[in-house]
């Protein structure tokens, strides 16, 4: 237990130096190639919420999370290719294998980051953050996953759909191109998996590891260093620019408008979180 949670410690670690490497030098990331960088950096993430979630519900409890994410997030995903419903008509555009039009590094997105999500709302609003609760918890906390997740998207769609253009909608609306319909669909997605989570919860208890201040400390700070690349972009600011829906949007602009986006959704809950885990006694 002690080895995996100090590899936690390093997988966090090595997270801050890719995106701070990419963001500081960026000729040195390019020399290494962007997508590989950013393929690295969701490798180590997706590494973290394994480990991460084992060391706290146990493999069993581990494997139901990252099924339930994976296939209500690869059949919404999909519908939402096929049909426009519930994220907008939109097109991936990552190279690659795209089973029905999905890439997998999209689904990975929806593991990672609702595992993370996921473990901020059980911190900010249950008496103690490892204790698998029933009653009106088990549909609140949920909800608030849903929003700490929809925040994440409202910072990270544009940037995907503009400076790196890994998907496109066929109405891009909105300030910066990504369409109302992308952010109430995640808000969906995100509500439909936390729900069936909360649902099957109480088949896998938290073990002991999971009622110490650190193992959610962990997953606090990973969710705040999602932020890294947003706001290492404003040392070095984006050139060019994109058209989307007829309005020319300056990549620079995009990521300033994300950094500020960034500040009352990812920093705002994860410094909630924070306050929450330090203002209550451990559980252990």
Known sequence: MKLLNAMCWVLLALTLLAAVVMAVRPSLAAQAGAAQMALLIVFVIIVFVIVHAWLGYSARGMAAFVVIAGVVAFALEAIGVATGFPFGSYTHHLPGLKPLGVPPVAIAGWIMFGYLAWALARVILRPFASVVVGGAERFTTPIVAT?????????????????????????????????????????????????????????????????????????????????????????????????????????????????????????LTGIMALVRLYSRPSAS
């Open 147 to 267: 929003f700490i997740l929809g925040g994440y998207d409202l910072v990270y769609d544009p940037i995907g759909a503009t400076a790196h253009d890994w998907y496109s909608y066929d109405h891009p609306t909105g300030a910066l191109g990504v369409p109302l319909t992308n952010f109430l669909g995640w808000l969906l997605t995100g509500w439909l998996i936390f729900q069936l989570v909360a649902l099957v919860e109480t088949r896998f208890p938290a073990r002991t590891v999971a009622q110490s201040r650190g193992y959610w400390l962990l997953a606090c700070l990973f969710w705040l260093s999602t932020t890294t690349q947003v706001f290492t972009s404003l040392i070095h600011p984006a050139v060019g620019s994109v058209v989307r829906g007829g309005k020319t949007i300056q990549i620079a602009d995009v990521y300033e408008s994300c950094a500020s986006a960034a500040v009352f959704t990812i920093v």
